[in-house]
Every structure is written in C-alpha cells, then in structure tokens.
C-alpha cells in the first residue's frame, strides 16, 4: 500500500502514517501487514537546507518570496529577464456559485477550445478532482489524458503530447513537473496551448506555475482560472464573505465574477499564505530553541 499525495498526485512509497494508522488500513485492504517504521531522528526543511555551504535554485515565482528566502536562508533572489518575451493571454477569471456549476462550465469551455483545434491542459488540485472531470469529459465524448499518480508510469509520454493539436490533458498539480510542453504543428497559429486551472491553490503562487506551463519560449498560449465559491480554499479561508456571496448569487447560472468575488478568493488566498509563512517560521524559532538548550561544546 502506497501513499498518494493528494494535491500534486505524486507516490510516496518511502512514507508511512503512524501510530498504527497504516497497518490498520493494510489490514482492511486484505494485503501484507509491515512492520511500524521507527523514527531515530527528525529535521526541518529549513535546518536541512542551511546546513550546505553553498545553496541555491531556480524557479520562476522566487520574486514574491524574496523576503523569506533572505530572512530564512540569507539567500537574495536575482531576476533573469526571460529568453524571449512571454505572450501568454491571461484571461479573466470566471467564478460560479456551485461546484457542478463550474465543471459544467469547464467542460463547456473544453469543448470551444477543442474545436477550434488548440490542445488543453486543466489543472485540479486533487486526484479525486482529476478523475471527477475525466469522468464529465467522457459523458461528453472528449477524447483525453489524464496524469496523476494512478497513470504516473506514462507521466513523461502525456506530458510531453499535451501540446499536439486537439489534445486534451487532465493534469493534477503541475508545479514542480519539470518539462517544457512543446507545440505540435500548426498549434502556433490557433492560438497556442490553452491551461485552465479548475480551483484555487492555497498559494498564488502555484496557480501561476501551472499557467507558466503554456506560452512558453514566446509561444503564443492562454490561461484561465474557473472557480466557485465552494472551492476549498475560500470555504475554509474566508467563510463569512463566501456565504454571503452563496446567499446573494444563489440562483444565478452564469459567471458572477465582480470586483468583491475576486477580492474575496484574493482574501482566501492571502489569508492561506500567512498561515503557511507562520508555520514556517515557528518550525525556525524550534530550531534556535534548540541550539540554544541542547547544543553543547566538549573540552578543548
């Protein structure tokens, strides 16, 4: 029994739950029972990574988290203009009062784009997501690929077609993937790869990583976010202003994106953030805690 991460959809065979919680669900699923794994020791993210001398990377979403790359790492962060200028078309963000609302609609966009030729690649945030929306595209009869960890071993091959014409791939988190979708013949001219992310991530961030997978090397592309206000992210970070919003567009069919939608998913996300950046600075403050009450020098 493997555990699947649910957001980027990735295996995670050298992980275990603990407290028994694994072996308890290999009993139920009827296959061999392992051991517990014992923890000898623990360390953070951060105490890892500092412990190099010489540390740093690549990404393109560095810029917004300068600040905490310097007060966690003492690492600046240095912009490199881009090989060729990006002429991604960021469309507007569409935003439905109800789930079922949204992946109709997203089915509907799906098919627009697929006749006119262009290939498609929509992000979800989870693999139930993922298999939720390949189930609505093939009522409709819309030939795709999915890639998530039930299809990981023909990750590179579906990556690397997403960008043929008429192709449509269904894709949990695409951040972290690491290929460079190239477009097939004649792509170019309609218009490029069209990337449509299916629900807010907790971080900004990650949304415009899965939009930086189209549009790439001056190709010409487009991105769009569909949302609803059932989404996770602004149900959990921002419930009051979401249920007024549920309470003021109950019945409204269409997109209901408005100056105060938008700023409320804005809201859900910064709110997500924050809480993110505190965790992460917390696990730091344990970490001096530590070197200051157990570190120890012997005689010289």
């Not at 412990?51 to 790359?69: D, I, P, Q, R, V």
């Not at 881009?82 to 507007?92: H, K, S, V």
């Not at 006119?116 to 690649?121: F, Q, S, T, Y």
Request: positive net charge; glycine residues 8%.
């Amino acid at each position: 029994m493997v555990i699947v991460d649910e957001f980027t959809g990735r295996m995670m065979p050298d992980r275990t739950w603990r407290d028994g919680l694994h072996q308890a669900i290999e009993a139920k699923e009827a296959v061999q029972i392992n051991p517990p794994k014992d923890t000898y020791a623990r360390i953070s993210f951060q105490r890892f990574f500092r412990m190099y001398h010489k540390l740093s990377g690549m990404t393109g979403t560095a810029a917004e988290a300068a600040s905490e790359f310097w007060q966690i790492y003492r690492l600046p962060v240095v912009k490199i203009p881009t090989n060729r200028p990006c002429i991604r078309e960021n469309m507007p963000t569409l935003v439905l009062s109800t789930d079922d609302r949204k992946w109709a609609r997203i089915v509907q966009e799906v098919r627009r784009i697929h006749e006119a030729g262009r290939p498609i690649l929509i992000g979800t945030r989870s693999v139930r997501a993922s298999e939720h929306l390949s189930r609505l595209l093939a009522a409709e009869g819309l030939d795709h690929q999915v890639l998530n960890a039930i299809y990981h071993r023909q990750e590179a091959q579906i990556v690397a077609e997403a960008g043929q014409r008429e192709r449509i791939t269904v894709a949990t988190n695409m951040a972290g993937r690491g290929t460079d979708i190239k477009l097939g013949r004649g792509v170019a001219k309609r218009g490029g790869l069209h990337v449509i992310a299916a629900e807010p991530n907790e971080s900004a961030r990650i949304d415009r990583q899965l939009f930086g997978r189209g549009a790439r090397q001056g190709d010409p592309g487009s991105a769009q976010g569909i949302f609803s206000l059932e989404d996770e992210v602004v149900s959990r970070y921002a419930k009051n202003a979401v249920g007024y919003l549920k309470k003021r567009h109950a019945r409204a069919p269409g997109n209901i994106s408005s100056v105060l939608v938008r700023s409320t998913f804005h809201l859900a996300q910064c709110r997500a953030e924050r809480l993110a950046l505190r965790r992460r600075k917390s696990v730091l403050r344990t970490d001096h805690w530590l070197d200051e009450q157990l570190g120890f020098a012997g005689k010289e």
